[in-house]
Structures are given as C-alpha cells and as structure tokens.
C-alpha cells in the first residue's frame, strides 16, 4: 500500500545540477522521517540527506553540504533534493527512504528505515 518513487535522475555534466522528487503515497506522510541515500557501483548506500520533525530539521552529510538542499511539499507529500554544483564523485542510484519519526538514530542512517519504505531508486551520473 505505502509506496515511495524517486525521479529526476539523469546524466549532467561536473558542475551541473539536477532535481530528485520523491512522491509518496499510503501513509500518513506528516509523521514520517524521509531520507535520501545513493550507491555506486562497489560501494556501500550513503546517506545523503534526511528531513524529519514538526520543525522540519535536515541533515546532510559533509560532501553535499552547501551543495545540496532537501525540500518537502506537504500538500503534494512530495521531498526534492536539489543537487548543485554536481561532482563525478555523485554518481550513483539515489533512494528515498521513510519511515516513522523517531529519537534515537540519524534520519541518515540506512537502518532507521529497515521496517519502513524505500524506492526503487533513479540513477545520477555525473560525467564529462
């Protein structure tokens, strides 16, 4: 019933930038922690960016500081990571994540969504 689905990704050029959304569907949005992540190819999934709480806090982590923005438009429970200034080292699948608004763990930890919802993921590819 819940669902999450991710689109935006594409293939920019360094520099570039691009807007994720992630559109979610059955559950109750507005009590929900929504994450981004990505993985290359090799690599463990990285927590890119997370929004959770009434006060609408965020998290990044230290390599898209001041490059990346997380977003969320309640009314079309939709969250968006705008990407700027988009290095090669960005590539990857992107995946939004949600699950229920909690103290305890980060937003940006993989884990904290083990009994929620993930997306199928939409590929970012950074290249000249």
């Known amino acids: 019933e819940a669902q999450l689905a991710e689109s935006g990704g594409g293939l920019v050029q360094p520099g570039g930038s691009l807007r994720l959304s992630c559109a979610a569907s059955?559950?109750?949005?507005?009590?929900?922690?929504i994450g981004w992540f990505r993985q290359a190819p090799g690599k463990e999934r990285e927590g890119v960016s997370c929004?959770?709480?009434?006060?609408?806090?965020?998290s990044y982590a230290d390599s898209v500081k001041g490059r990346f923005s997380i977003t969320v438009d309640n009314a079309k429970k939709t969250v968006f990571l705008q990407m700027n200034s988009l290095r090669p080292e960005d590539t990857g699948v992107y995946y939004c994540?949600?699950?229920?608004?909690?103290?305890?763990?980060?937003?940006?930890?993989?884990?904290?969504?083990?009994?929620?919802?993930w997306g199928k993921g939409t590929l970012v590819t950074i290249s000249s």
């Open positions: 994540a949600a699950d229920l608004e909690r103290y305890g763990s980060s937003c940006r930890d993989p884990s904290y969504y083990s009994s929620g919802y």
């Open positions: 929004i959770s709480g009434d006060d609408g806090y965020t």
């Open positions: 059955g559950f109750t949005f507005d009590e929900y922690a």
